[in-house]
């Protein structure tokens, strides 16, 4: 049985920083595309990052790059999103995602995790 359980959300205050957690069970991360998405209430789901089996990385909108940096730690077979400079608008349930075999960012994933909330507010 596959589990991604992510971790580490929370309240930050604006300029705060955050660095989330997914961790796997079922599934080998080393071997997948990790994907993070987030969620605000009222909006659809939005792609953040992608890192592909070969540790290519994708930020998928401009204002993710440089503040969001998307990681794994094959050993622990977890993923990380560290996020900085987080502001009210980053306010959103970040989701985890594997996709088993991709060395690309695929449309869609497999395997999903709960989710973890991040609000950003003074």
């Known amino acids: 049985q596959v589990q991604l359980v992510e971790s580490g959300g929370g309240l930050v205050q604006p300029g705060g920083s955050l660095t989330l957690s997914c961790a796997a069970s079922?599934?080998?991360?080393?071997?997948?595309?990790i994907g993070w998405f987030r969620q605000a209430p009222g909006k659809e789901r939005e792609r953040v990052t992608c890192i592909t089996k070969t540790d290519l990385i994708t930020y998928y909108t401009d204002s993710f790059k440089g503040r969001f940096t998307a990681s794994r730690d094959n050993a622990k077979n977890t993923a990380f999103l560290q996020m900085n400079s987080l502001a009210p608008e980053d306010t959103a349930v970040y989701y985890c995602a594997a996709a088993p075999h991709f060395n690309y960012c695929p449309r869609e994933y497999n395997y999903w995790g709960q989710g973890t909330q991040v609000t950003v507010s003074s």
């Open positions: 079922g599934v080998t991360l080393a071997e997948s595309a």
